[in-house]
């Protein structure tokens, strides 16, 4: 909350004893409003005597009308009926004769004073019904406007937090004539505990509560009702209090523990700190009667609470369905996972159990060179085996955020080397050209990382170009990166799939591969840009000119102390 809206809040908790509507209010305005009528009156009857008004003018008496009319709509029914009865009273006294008695000698005088009478309460009731509707259209007309505000404001706002803030202040600001000085929301955490949301006067991370306080509210959670907290010392603890039995409010301020129904079910309790001496408010919902202005307030409160359990219901569906939806793509993973991968692990797995068992066989004697051939195969099966098996462990950690680089400084040049060294078996029948400067400088990398990478790249190119193809690496340098491109002479990638090329399990419709070679899991590539953007680096795929797919990758290039690179 702002800093201007917490001192706002506090000056409105100065004002708040000056506007609670209590028995001695009532009783100040019930004075004022007997003394206008007189006053007013008495004034009037001045008037029509001095000026010797009447008998002049016979119907002078609906002058007092006036008065009547004015007390209604300003002052309510109450003035008014004291001013039809003074009105009355003085008229009778000194003006109808015989003066300064309450004797009429004419009949038809008793009649015009009582019609009188009976006209300017009627009229007083009339005018006084008018105010009390306008009140409360007006009233409505606050009410829907709160109402709007708080709902515009909420549903501006995406966290939960943020949107029990706002209803907190709206409560307090109002709900502050009926002695809501305070208000703050809690909610249950993962754990079932109750803990602080939202305050409207203070930060929540900062408002401690008493344990008693707790356990209170969490009694109004099972129970699904009010409970009251009051203070029996004399001092005042503004935010902490104990729970006492007694029959009669507290002087002091007190705290108002208000349950939250979702339905049946209690999702929350509201804590109203409610200023010494104010009414009851606000009541159970089962005891509101529309009817009277104060239940009509407290059912304008519910209204209040109602949107703030709403709130905190939505968001109880947004997370219920973010881990429907994360089971899901789950499951869909693992479904896609397990038909793309078991095909590729059986494949493997029999050629070196073929092998394995031919060697096993002692009614056959293999000579050294079919040995050679079935280890061989067996060597080859397994390393196949181990780098699929690494990529989908690569591919779990880079998803899991457990995937760290732990880097190192390493030539690149010296690693492109060793790659293509331990591969010269898949790269027998290619001519691998490697361009790249002399004076490269060293880069902060993890070695099997990058290792991975490369290798990845050169199974990916050998896969899906013929077999006699040449094969292109090569290495750039700018001011802030090194460049890595591999580079082949194949088929090339629609445009439509460079990016999707990096996604996981993803192969490119009507790819065309070697005869002799296995189709790839869809893992190799999304392995690539997990290890890639792991070293800060970025990756992708271009179709090069002539013909062909080039895939490029770089590496942020920082300078070792006391070494520059040009």
Not at 215 to 233: C, H, N, P
Not at 382 to 392: E, F, P, S
């Amino acid at each position: 909350m702002a800093e201007d809206d917490k001192a706002e809040a506090m000056k409105n908790i100065q004002q708040v004893l000056f506007l609670g509507v209590t028995e001695e209010h009532r009783t100040q305005r019930i004075i004022i409003d007997a003394c206008l009528a007189f006053l007013l009156t008495l004034l009037i009857t001045g008037i029509i005597y001095l000026a010797r008004l009447y008998p002049a003018i016979p119907n002078i008496s609906f002058l007092y009308l006036l008065v009547v009319l004015g007390l209604a709509t300003t002052r309510g029914l109450y003035a008014a009926v004291i001013a039809s009865i003074i009105a009355f009273l003085s008229f009778d006294f000194f003006l109808v004769p015989p003066f300064f008695t309450f004797s009429i000698q004419k009949s038809e005088e008793w009649l015009a004073l009582f019609i009188f009478l009976v006209t300017a309460i009627i009229t007083g009731e009339l005018a006084s019904a008018l105010r009390r509707r306008a009140e409360q259209a007006t009233q409505r007309e606050k009410e829907t406007r709160a109402l709007y505000e708080l709902v515009n404001a909420t549903t501006n706002e995406e966290h939960l937090e943020r949107q029990l803030d706002i209803v907190a202040h709206a409560i307090v600001n109002n709900f502050l004539t009926a002695g809501v000085i305070d208000c703050a929301i809690l909610l249950p955490d993962e754990h079932g505990r109750l803990s602080l949301r939202a305050d409207a006067l203070q930060d929540a991370a900062h408002l401690q509560l008493s344990s008693d306080e707790i356990k209170t509210a969490e009694s109004v959670m099972l129970e699904g009702r009010i409970i009251d907290f009051y203070t029996d010392t004399d001092k005042v603890l503004p935010f902490r209090f104990r729970r006492v039995v007694q029959a009669t409010p507290s002087a002091h301020n007190y705290a108002r523990l208000v349950p939250m129904h979702q339905g049946q079910k209690v999702v929350g309790v509201a804590r109203l700190l409610m200023a010494g001496g104010s009414r009851r408010f606000p009541i159970e919902r089962a005891l509101i009667d529309e009817k009277k202005d104060l239940n009509h307030q407290n059912a304008f409160f519910w209204t209040f609470i109602d949107q703030a359990t709403a709130m905190i219901e939505r968001a109880r569906l947004h997370r219920e369905s973010l881990q429907i939806e994360l089971l899901r793509r789950t499951d869909a993973l693992r479904a896609a996972l397990l038909s793309s991968v078991s095909h590729d692990l059986r494949t493997p797995l029999s050629s070196i159990k073929a092998a394995a068992s031919s060697l096993l066989q002692e009614d056959v004697e293999w000579d050294e060179e079919s040995k050679k051939s079935f280890a061989q195969a067996i060597e080859k099966e397994t390393d196949r085996l181990n780098r699929l098996v690494g990529n989908i462990l690569d591919m779990s950690r880079i998803e899991g955020g457990a995937l760290k680089a732990e880097k190192e400084w390493y030539p690149i040049d010296e690693l492109i080397h060793d790659v293509s060294g331990h591969m010269q078996g898949v790269l027998r029948d290619r001519n691998v050209t490697i361009h790249m400067p002399d004076d490269l400088p060293p880069v902060q990398l993890d070695y099997l990382q990058i290792d991975q990478v490369i290798t990845n790249l050169l199974e990916n190119a050998v896969r899906y170009t013929p077999p006699d193809s040449p094969i292109d690496i090569s290495v750039d340098v700018t001011d802030s990166e090194i460049r890595v491109s591999v580079a082949d002479r194949g088929p090339g990638i629609p445009q439509s799939d460079l990016e999707r090329i990096f996604d996981k399990f993803y192969r490119v419709s009507g790819a065309t591969r070697r005869a002799t070679s296995i189709m790839g899991t869809g893992l190799g590539l999304a392995v690539c840009r997990g290890l890639i953007e792991a070293h800060g680096g970025r990756i992708w795929a271009e179709n090069r000119p002539g013909g062909g797919a080039i895939v490029r990758f770089t590496l942020p290039l920082e300078h070792i102390e006391g070494h520059t690179h040009e």
